[in-house]
């Protein structure tokens, strides 16, 4: 089934994360729920870098159900999931691996994506993943990557997926990626400060315990 709305930050990097575990680390693959937000929060390899709450991700993967772009493998105490980009938008695994990287890094140069899709698929030259680019872009349904204007002092233009049309919008201006991971940065600030805050709280209880049993003993 085609994509009829736009998928929110969160249900791109789970979609994302499903399909480059696939092929990053079969023997774990499907994924459970925590190896798959695990994999949404890494610090590597990700752009921007985001702080996803287990219910954030199993809310994302009721969403991509919906799209046909996520499956629950039965069996075992533990549900797993998997992507089905390749059948669901009818695209080959060379197409995966690039749209893969979109997702979870943002737009990047032909030349960029050549290097970063090294794990999930070789292509033998930049020509070759300029290539499926233009496949993708030329869809007779809705296109799923764009060519974003050259920025300034850019020798080669840069690439990003369609998923979001508010991150497109964002992606169109000049400089709008490194406002868009501001904002995630800062979001994921504004969540390492209140877990700084819950364990300076518990501290604080553990020296109130403490001082009341000295004196106590006094």
């Given amino acids: 089934m085609p994509i009829q709305d736009d998928l929110s930050l969160i249900e791109i990097r789970v979609l994302g994360v499903l399909s480059e575990k696939q092929k990053t680390v079969p023997d774990t693959y499907p994924l459970s729920l925590n190896a798959l937000v695990a994999g949404c929060n890494q ?6 870098v985001m702080d996803i709450s287990e219910a954030e991700a199993a809310g ?12 629950e493998t039965s069996g075992g105490r533990v549900a797993r999931y ?12 060379q197409s995966v691996a690039i749209l893969t990287v979109l997702m979870l890094r943002g737009p990047q140069t032909a030349g960029e994506l050549r290097l970063n899709c090294e794990r999930m698929h070789r292509f033998a030259d ?8 233009h496949e993708l872009r030329d869809r007779a ?19 990003t997926h369609t998923l979001s049309a508010e991150l497109l919008a ?12 501001t904002v995630e940065a800062r979001h ?8 700084e805050l819950d364990s300076l709280k518990a501290e604080v209880a553990e020296l109130r315990l403490l001082v009341n049993d000295l004196l106590a003993q006094q």
């Fill in 126 to 133: 930049i020509s070759a993943v300029e290539a499926f680019l």
């Fill in 60 to 71: 994302a993967i009721d969403s991509l159900r919906n799209h046909s772009l996520i499956v």
């Fill in 170 to 181: 964002a992606y169109r201006q000049p400089g709008a990626q490194d406002r868009v991971t």
């Fill in 82 to 93: 998997g992507h089905n980009i390749e059948r669901s938008l009818q695209i080959p695994s």
């Fill in 141 to 159: 349904e809705k296109p799923l990557v764009e060519e974003l204007p050259r920025q300034p002092g850019a020798r080669e233009n840069r690439w």
């Fill in 43 to 48: 610090k590597t390899s990700r752009d921007p």
């Fill in 188 to 195: 994921g600030d504004i969540t390492e400060l209140r877990l």
